[in-house]
Every structure is written in C-alpha cells, then in structure tokens.
DNA sequence: CCGACTTTGTAGAACGTTCTCCACGATGGG
DNA sequence: CCCATCGTGGAGAACGTTCTACAAAGTCGG
C-alpha cells in the first residue's frame, strides 16, 4: 500500500509483550522504580536488549521527564562557552541526561523565545549564561524548571548561581599593570542591559572591581562602553587611541574584544606591547596562540560549567531545594601582551 | 500564596474553553488546517492571546512535529560551525522552527548517541556537520528523519547534502603558492574515519584536489594526517618542519591547526612568512584577526548553513522528496601569512 | 423542494510514557 | 488458623496534542 515511509519505533508496549509482562512492569524497570523483583528485572532488560528499545522521550515529556538539559547562550562565537560547556558535558558524561544547546543571539526578546522553546520541550533543567533576558523572565521560568544562571552575580530564592569574582579578576589586571609602571589604564566593558532589571552583571561588577583597584593605586579610572566582540572592541580602541592623552594599557572583558583593539593599534602605527599594553579576559584559546599570546585572566570555564551541571541534577532530582551559589576565584595569565611603558 | 511548585500550563483545552469551541477547532487553527471559518479563526487567536498559550512541543512531538530542528556537531571551538550556524539560524527567523545543538565531541559513538536523542526528542530535521558516525547509521537515521549532511561529498537517495568544492579550493591554494614560487608545499589534512564507511570526507577531497594540483604544477605532494585542533597542528607542523628538506609553505585543512603549525614554527624559530608559509582553511574570525592574518579558504559557511536550513525544511513540509545535493564555491582570501619562498 | 455537495465544527481515538491504586499470594504474629 | 502485613505485579487513567471520522447546516442546480 504505502511505500513504508518511517520505519515504526520499538515501544515499552513490544518489550513488554516481548517479555511476557505488563507496560507497568516495563516503566518501572526503566525507572528503576520500587516494587521488581530482580527476575523480572533481567526478563524486561534482556527484552530491550534484544529489541535495542530506546524510551521516546518526547512520550515521557507528558508524563515526567525528558532527560534533556537546556543551555541557552547567545552566540557559539565566544570560544569561552566552549570552555564551560566542556565542563558540562564532562560532569553529565555517563548519567542520561542529554545537553541541547540553544544560540539564540544577543536580543533580548529572541533570547526569551530560546528559553520558551526549551521549557516547552519540557526540558528537565536550564542553564543560561549571562542571559539578556530581563531579571523577571529568568525568575518567571525558575519557578517552572530547576534554572542555573552563570554570570550575573545578582542572587535569587529561586535559582542557582556559577559566578566568577570579575572584581577580584579587574584588580588582578589593574595589579599587575600598575606594578609594570602603568598610570593611564583603560577598562573596556560590555554596556549595561538596558532594563533588564540586572544589577550585578559580570562587566558592571568587573567595572566596580576595576574602578575600585585603580583608586587604590592613586590613579583615575577611564572606563568606556564597548560590545564583546571584535568589532566593538575595534571602535571603542580607535576612540580610546586617537584620543589626546592615550592610555598605555587597555584592559577588555573579554579577549574577542582585546583583539578588535589590536587590530585599532595596529590601524594606529602603535606596538604591543611596546606601545600598549593590552589585557583580555576569558582565557580562550586564542589568547594562548602563537601569534596572538595575550595577557589574559583565566575563569576555569571548565570548573564553571560542570559545577553548574552538578548544581542543577541536584535540583532537577530534588536532591537540594535552597538555592546555592558558587563563585570562582579567577587567575592572571600573562603573556607578552603586556610590557612596562614607555618613559615619558 | 499556595506553595504549590509548579504553575501549571496553559493548555489548548482551557483555550478552547476560553473561546467556547472545541479543542479540536483550537488544534486547526493552530495548525491553519483547513475548514476553519474566519469568524472562529479570530476568536480562537483572541483566546490563544489573552491566556498567553503557547503549545506544549513534548505533547506535539506525541503525534506530529515538535518545530525542532537538531544540528549535530563535533566542538564549539571550531568558529566554522559558528558560521554554518548562523546560516541557519537566519533562514530560519521568523519560521515556527527552533534550532537545538548538540556538541558531540570526536567520537563516533558519542555523536552517534546525540543523533539518537534527537530522534527520540522526535526532532523534525537534522542537520549533520561532518558526521563521525558510521554512514550506515546516518542513512539509518535519514531513513526515519529528514537529514541533510554537511561536509561530505558521498551522496544518497535518502539524504540532501551540502558541500564545498573542497578540491577546488586546494587547488586555489596550490596555485597561489606555486604562483609565488613554493615547490615544496605540504598538506595537513585530517586522519580519515576508519571503518566508517565514508569514502568523500571533506579532507578527502581536499588531498585529492591538492595532490591533483600539485602533479599538474610538476610538484611532489606530500600529505601528513593531522587532527583539526590546534594540538593536531602543532605535531605534525613540527615534524614536518624538524625534518630535513622542510617545506617552504604549508597548507592546513583548518584554520585552527594552521596556527598549531604557527605555534611549532616559532618554537622552531622561523618566521612567518619569511620562513614559511601558511595557508588555512574555512577562514573563520582568527584569520582575519589582526595579529593573525592568515591566508584561508573562504567556505561561506554562512551560506552553506542557510542553504541546509532551506533544504531540510523543503523535506520536513513534505514539499520535495527527491534528494538533492548542493556545491559551494571556496575563494581564496590572501592575508600575509603567505609570500615568496627565500631564494634558494 | 429534493437530493447532492460543500463547508464548518465536534467527538473521540490515538500517540508512548508515568504513576497511582489495587489485587493477589506469601509470610508471620497472636 | 485468622488476620494484618509485605512484596510483587498489573489495570488503567492521565498527560496535551493531532487528526480521522462524521454530523449538522448551508448552498445549489434542476
């Protein structure tokens, strides 16, 4: 009759028949649920064995779970999400839980649509980072799915936080900068979300730890808006370079951005580091590679992810109901990007 | 305020109510199905608005379509991917479509199970960058879902693909060299797949199109399997540069390994391009970066992932059935990692 | 006006799970 | 022995959709 187009799947019905026993008793196997006694439990398995079944998680979904965990960021672009997915992954190796990654860009609203996708693919638990989402969706949608916010260092009842010290890391770069001899050090960061209802953003809170570092040292803070990405780091160099009285050290918030200002410097006829000095953050791995070798501070994105990862199984099996925090103690890694200055 | 953990969903059936029709009326206008009188139409929309419904994905996937396109790949690290990405993302815009991601790693059965998870998140479409899973087991799969390959060149009945002219653009960069008068370029392509049944990897290919280019120069080719990372890079840029008669240019069949043989030259203590020259591929972000500057294939990735996107929706409507195959056309975008070899 | 269509809307059966009850037999204390 | 308890397994109702039938109400040509 019809050409047999889709091949029909194995269900927990044909293991059950096949194992001469009742759906229930199936579902509970899979579950290992209380109440099988180990004889039934070898039938049913060597049942699902032989008909290689495989659960249909969208069925499940109806019911309880789907074994998926979302991860929402916004652009695969950033090379430091990598890094943290690495570590989720790592930490969900082995267990049945599956990781499906939503790109969803930087607006706002096409970010709040991502997360709307996976709740309504009932995914068992998030994982946003640095969302752009406003404050109250993040807080609407914990109360629906166990939720992780990475970055943001704003806390909440309702959901758990991986965060890195971004302050403690500004005055790292400002320390070392200022022990090379430094006096004009500039601070690039990602402008504020507009609205959002966020208050402790990574980059306001790295703009606090840098603002407060520079003061220590007797020096005057110069901190400008700038997009983390290369482009945006490229216009706000230029700016900052054309400018009468040029800093000697720029430090970006994120390494993609400390390029887009090489690439200013270059246009420029100015030297790293002879000329400037110049810090990223993040870490990635372009900042280690040959040609680039930037100074950078490291935030064990690895350490992050997997820590998210582990908070988050904790609450989507009801291990933990308070809410937790977790923050990162970030490292310096200097390279040759950074030099003393010129004597005036 | 009630304790209760979970606000429960808006539902089709409490819109249905809302409008006073049927669930089944709901369902059709959802689906603009056909039989549905303007006047209700309105009604339900009405409905649908005001009690803020959006349908339950999981419950869908129970009969029809989930509105989930799945997009298998190995790292995140390859910004490549990031551009494929963004392809599809943007063809997509504005449709019902969501777009889930999931990094696999390197190994076979790792991806193998992601593409399994999507199937069972009964995921409308796929779309597989470069599969390391067995041929088999994606003609499998294409079997039950709408598929379509990225990458390589092997074509079925079952499955779209999409790819570049791989020898051509080894050709490109054979021809550049040659024009500045490299003899001894070498080749860095990825370790072919064992047992996977694939015969038309794109790094096949790409050694065909260079070994063919390199005999119509009258020039020995000389091949040396590397992993796409910058690791991969490093080691056989090392032995390749360590041995006796080094080449002069070296062509890498990814950006990122590329600057893994950076990173072995400058230990070596040869400088680019005065020493060597390097030839990358896929010309993602770092390449133009400006303390980069590699000479690379352009893939127009973006084009390539819009392209899939367009091809895997025309299947997942059911509106072609026929498989279909599309070839791009690399460019070569010269930077300066490349120049005239030192006079002999 | 009458039958034959067409159009619009509904009832209700899937879909593949989970999970709450419930039944049944075996055990054991009194 | 009787009755409560326990351990094991099964029946069957959800879950939120889609979609096939089918009923009811027009519409229209003759």
Redesign the interface.
Known sequence: MEPTK??KRVTITDVAARAGVSTAAVSKVLRNAYGVSPAMQERVRAAMAELDY??????R??RGR?Y?I?VLLD???N?F??DI?DGV?QQLRGSDY??????A?FGASEQAR?V??MV???MDGLILIAPGTSRAEVLATA??VPTVVIGHHDTAAVHDSVVDADDQGAALVVDHLAALGHRRIALLAAPGLKGSQWKLTPEAVLAKGYTAAMKRHGLAPQALAAAYS?EGGYEAGKRLLSAADRPTAIMAGADVAA?GV??A??ELGLG?PGDLSLVGYNNT??AA?????LTSVDQAGATMGATAARMLIERVEGRRSQAMQTAMTPRLVVRSSTAAPHAD
Do not use: C, K, N, W
Not at 98 to 103: E, P, Q, R, S, Y
């Open positions: 889709r091949p495989r659960p249909h998680a969208a069925a979904g109806m789907t998926t979302g652009s695969l672009r090379t999400f990598a997915l992954q599956t990781v499906l990654i939503g790109a860009g991502t709307q996708s309504d693919r009932q109360e629906t290369e390029l090489y690439r410097a270059a790293i791995a372009v590679l040959a040609p680039v070798q």
